[in-house]
């Protein structure tokens, strides 16, 4: 059910999301509040008219999945193209498994042959899997643990930190307040994380502060987790500086003290899976991606024009490229075309750290990269450029470097 804000639908939608913790699904069927409001009858399931179509597209929208979920028809906002729509059923994408058990423990030998693996997926499609990667299994269980908490809480406590308009930190449920169409079928809670030694606390502060003190150990899990993240990453920065010919220092001192960003991604079940999308096709303009996703799946990637599913793995994490690091390889390795997909069953779940260089740092390609064969493609820029850009200009293919590049050229005129 959609949740306008006229006066009266306010009011409901203010007791769905309190209601819902008292009432069993059954009863919410029976009591499906917009039939109540629109036709003040008891509910018959009807495709939407012209009217409640038109009157949906002008109003706000709000995503509540407790109560979407009992809808017969998902909102139009929800639909995605035909030429987009989602294929539930795609081959799987070949993807290195790298075990990194050797490497992390100074065995050179086992460094040179994770970074020829890396490198090479990076030349492909910029995806790889990692293995033996270190993290504690509980801390990952927690992460996972503690998202079920969060998004299960009632719409309105979930909304003591929701994300304002131009702010890409805090809770969203779905792009309502910012997109009118494509919305994605997800919930996300997202975070700043800061590997400075000066904001030790900041995602346990962060999460605190906007939750209230009983989120502490909620704040702990992620402050945790976001660390662990983002030892991992340099370390696999280590890899691709290797593996780029640089050495096992470059990229990683360029990343220490990055300023990263953590999301945690819920995607409820939706009633038409083949009609919408968990996550739209789009490249993380970060620098790597590290995802850890539950046993459901719905992950996929777009290579040799056509999506490919990543299967779940628990003891893995997904790792990708992003554009900040296609711009620090200067085009040497991909930043790829992914989406989620959800399913009409099981609520799906990932774990998401973005990582992000220290704002001040420029990114800009080392000189090994640069030749006449392969002259600079990207300009220097800093990451809240990007930033900037990507919040302003949403994209869905794999050409934000060169939009980005112009957009900042045209600024500077
Ligand atoms: C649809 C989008 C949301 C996003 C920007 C983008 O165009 C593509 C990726 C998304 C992401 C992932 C990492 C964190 C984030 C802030 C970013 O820079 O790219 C988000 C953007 C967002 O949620 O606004
Ligand atoms: O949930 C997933 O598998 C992918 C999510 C994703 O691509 C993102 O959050 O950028
Ligand atoms: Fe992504």
């Not at 046993?295 to 990543?310: A, M, R």
């Amino acid at each position: 059910m959609f949740l306008p804000r006229f006066p009266q639908q306010a009011a409901l939608a203010f007791l769905s999301s309190h209601l819902s913790t008292y009432f069993t699904p059954s009863l919410w069927l029976l009591v499906s509040l917009d039939r109540i409001t629109n036709t003040h009858s008891m509910p018959m399931p009807q495709p939407p008219n012209q009217e409640s179509k038109e009157q949906e597209e002008a109003t706000p929208l709000v995503f509540d999945a407790s109560v979407l979920r009992h809808q017969l028809h998902i909102p139009t906002q929800f639909i995605w193209p035909d030429e987009e729509k989602a294929n539930l059923d795609v081959p799987q994408l070949l993807v290195p498994f790298i075990d990194l058990r050797g490497f992390l423990s100074g065995d050179p030998i086992a460094a040179m042959e994770a970074s020829r693996l890396v490198g090479e997926a990076c030349q492909k499609h910029g995806f790889f899997l990692v293995l033996n990667h270190g993290i504690d299994r509980q801390l990952i269980s927690d992460a996972h643990l503690f998202m079920d908490h969060f998004f299960e809480l009632p719409l309105s406590q979930k909304q003591r930190a929701q994300r304002k308009t131009g702010e890409h930190c805090g809770y969203a449920s779905s792009f309502t307040g910012r997109f009118s169409s494509k919305l994605p079928w997800k919930e996300t809670l997202s975070f700043q994380y800061s590997a400075d030694k000066n904001s030790p606390n900041l995602v346990k502060d962060y999460l605190r502060n906007k939750m209230g003190e009983e989120f502490e150990q909620f704040g702990k899990v992620y402050q945790d987790y976001c660390e662990a993240m983002s030892n991992l990453s340099l370390g696999i920065m280590e890899l691709l500086g290797m593996s780029l010919g640089v050495g096992k220092a470059y990229f990683r001192e360029f990343f220490e003290g990055n300023s990263s960003i953590m999301r945690l991604n819920y995607y409820p079940p939706c009633q038409k899976p083949d009609l919408t999308l968990g996550t739209g096709p789009h490249c993380d303009p970060t620098s790597l991606t590290i995802l850890h996703q539950d046993q459901v799946g719905g992950l996929q990637v777009f290579v040799d024009n056509e999506w490919h599913s990543i299967s779940p793995d628990f003891n893995a994490f997904v790792v990708n490229i992003g554009d900040t690091f296609m711009a620090l390889s200067n085009g040497r390795y991909k930043s790829c075309l992914h989406r989620a997909v959800v399913n009409s069953k099981t609520t799906r779940k990932s774990l998401a750290f973005f990582l992000c260089p220290r704002s001040d740092k420029v990114v800009s390609p080392p000189c090994e990269l640069v030749d006449n064969l392969s002259p600079r493609l990207y300009p220097d820029f800093t990451w809240p450029m990007l930033l900037e850009f990507t919040q302003k200009h949403y994209r869905a293919d794999m050409k934000t470097l060169e939009t980005f590049a112009n957009w900042l050229q045209r600024k500077s005129n």
